[in-house]
């Protein structure tokens, strides 16, 4: 934190909004909602000590704060037990006594130099309690709560009181649902901006409630009619409801865009709607502008447009398809399998990016003997597959290839020469090529990578692709492995080179290409390059690094404590939250964050979902859709070398750190 973050009544919104984010990886503060958190970031104290063995309080103390580990780690001891457990970073302390307005219920004490902590002090704790009490509104059906609701006052607008605004803590899937269709607003103005509690819904809704089960609901709401009041009011209710239905959806298909064509179940019921929605004139006129067709229309052999109804209501009129030299894998696309039998000849395959181990066999042995899909990489380990498992071809490492064989054959495998790497590095090249050049071409290429991929595919990665029905996470994962390319090819090219001066020249090489990839904003490639560089196979190159420039020196140790991870990668962070788009993230980080967040937080609540962890995911992912927000604009390297390096990606170029024995 800022020095001037320590005192809580001198923190800024500044100071504020960062101990907020910090807060959302500590684990202690994970199950709390998101008020809870804005509350404990405005009164925690940050308290530190230097010594180990200092008694923080003692058993049958009284209680007068609750503790968060900020760094280090405590005892807990007990009278007649001895040490109990120890506590380490993001866990809590203290809080039993504060609620129970009861004497300490055990002694902590310091177990190493230099520990700090956030505490809150008993009158803070109980205050924010009972203000979350307060201000939580509980709906009952036939006696069972089926949504939770939580009450923040909104901003005073041409001195009229508070508005209270209410926000989803957890419910039915059906009773969130029908709530955000109450908040829809149609008087916008022309303003198309997505809700971010609808957003929130819309990006994660597979997680609890599946499309079938969306669409079912959807469809309920636009034919429903219960409603007490005059024909009049019953025609404006209907129709009011049936605008917010088509809105919502629009701003499914907004988040999804072609995406959402792949879901059969989803397109079905949206073409049923379509229709339902064409003949009803009121409605389509008052959509028109929302979903006009944008697109250049067809013109007929007689010279005449087709400007038929249907073609102006069109849920994916706004929908563009992808342009670039790196297209989005789809569902049913396929990809080259490269299987090895045990004689070590290739078997060549074109086979879908979903298909399973049962396929993957079907297509290279006969059915009815006791073949297995075994995985290996470069050290000889193997892996064999299950018959169930699927996307084979996205979840192979770096080094590993697929081979087909008996069981009895498993053992007797080894590694191909090829998964050893190259024996001679590309220096003749990479001295042909300026840094600039090289790391615009890395950028160029990423950024391909990266807008390939949907943001929906880090949920269905985090949560389990199997999951979700015909749901991939292929382009993620392609973009997952890019990092793992960048990183080891540098150790390789490093590690390949025997000249010790032109060793030197490569090492600063890298430096400066890696400072040129933070300039671009390709934070991805810049970590890439740098996790290379801090290899310890590259680490060991002592007489390397003593001829590196002090200036080059100075340079590559301010970007390492950017890779420093201490307060959950605090540097980073702070560094990124500067950033403005478009820029590539810190893709292995944002995973982190989403699986501490997915295994930190029960998906239900008293049998209800929890939107409060639907909310920090979809937090998450809504960092992608951020970056990408504006523009990129591609530099322009020198053509031809740099093509060749960096279109089809380093990976030939890898080589395993156990098979480098660089000189010193």
Known sequence: MKKRGHIPSQRSAEDLEVIYEELLHVKAAAHLSTSVRKELAAVLVFES????????????????????????????????????TTLHEGEDFGQLALLNDAPRAATIILREDNCHFLRVDKHDFIRILKDVEANTVRLEEHGKSVLVLERSEGEETGGAANNSKYTVMSGTPEKILEHLLDTVKLDSNGNDAIDPCVSDFLLTHKLFMPSSQLCRALQHHYNSKLFEGSDQEKANYVLTTKQKVVKLIGQWVTLYGLLLKEDSIAMDSLERLKKEVAVDYRLTSMLKDQFRDRRRPKVLENGYQSLSRNQQFDWFSNCEEPVGRLQPIRAQDKVLYEIYRPDYRPLTLMLP??????????????????????????????????????????????????????????DQLTPLKEQQGPEQGTLDVLEQMGSKDIASELTNYDWELFTAMHEVELVYYIFGRHKFHGAITANLERFVRRFNEVQYWVVTELCLCEDLMKRAML??????????????????SFFAVMFGLSNSAVHRLYKTWERIPSKIKRIYCAYERLMDPSRNHRAYRLAVAKLSPPYIPFMPLLLKDMTFINEGNPNYVDKLVNFEKVRMIAKTVKIVRGCRSQPYVPSSPQRGLADRMFLEGPSNRISTCKKLHPPT
């Open 353 to 410: 990016v979903s298909a399973s181990v049962q396929e993957v066999m079907s297509a290279t042995v006969q059915p009815g003997g006791d073949h297995v899909l075994v995985k290996m990489n470069s050290s000889g380990e193997r892996a064999q597959l299950k018959l169930d498992a699927s996307a084979v071809f996205t979840a192979m490492g770096l080094n590993e290839r697929l081979f087909v064989c008996s069981s009895s054959q498993v």
């Open 507 to 524: 090492l600063k090489k890298f430096i400066k290409i890696a400072a040129v990839l933070k300039e671009q904003k390709n934070l991805n």
């Open 49 to 84: 000590h230097a010594k180990a063995g200092t008694v923080l309080f003692s058993q049958g103390d009284k209680g007068t704060s609750w503790y968060i580990i900020w760094k280090g780690s405590v005892n807990v001891i007990t009278h007649g037990k001895g040490l109990v």
